[in-house]
């Protein structure tokens, strides 16, 4: 099994910056890729961003590329989602998840989830 928490959310201004963190525990984090997803209220959770198990592969939805970098340091245990220049339908919980699935973007394993709320 596979733990994962999130930090690092917050309310934010159109425009603002926040750096997601996910920390890892209960597996060797060095052999998952990993990954982010959002879900705003009344939505499916959507892909954001994903990062190989190495780190030297990324992957991003469309609608953040340019603006989100996703990261991780694998001794530390950790993912990071860098997100600049948010807008107000950034907003939504996003969700840390391990072992995706590159080709489909989907993964089993989720954290609980921050809030990122981004006010116009």
């Known amino acids: 099994q596979v733990q994962l928490v999130e930090s690092g959310g917050g309310l934010v201004q159109t425009g603002g910056s926040l750096r997601l963190s996910c920390a890892a525990s209960?597996?060797?984090?060095?052999?998952?890729?990993m990954g982010w997803f959002r879900q705003a209220p009344g939505k499916e959770r959507d892909f954001v961003a994903a990062i190989s198990r190495s780190g030297g592969s990324t992957y991003y939805a469309e609608f953040v590329k340019g603006r989100f970098t996703i990261s991780r340091d694998n001794a530390k245990n950790t993912v990071y989602l860098q997100m600049n220049s948010l807008k107000p339908e950034d907003t939504a919980v996003y969700y840390c998840a391990a072992d995706v699935r590159i080709a489909t973007m989907t993964s089993d394993y989720w954290g609980q989830g921050t809030q990122v709320t981004v006010s116009s």
């Open positions: 209960g597996r060797t984090f060095s052999s998952s890729a």
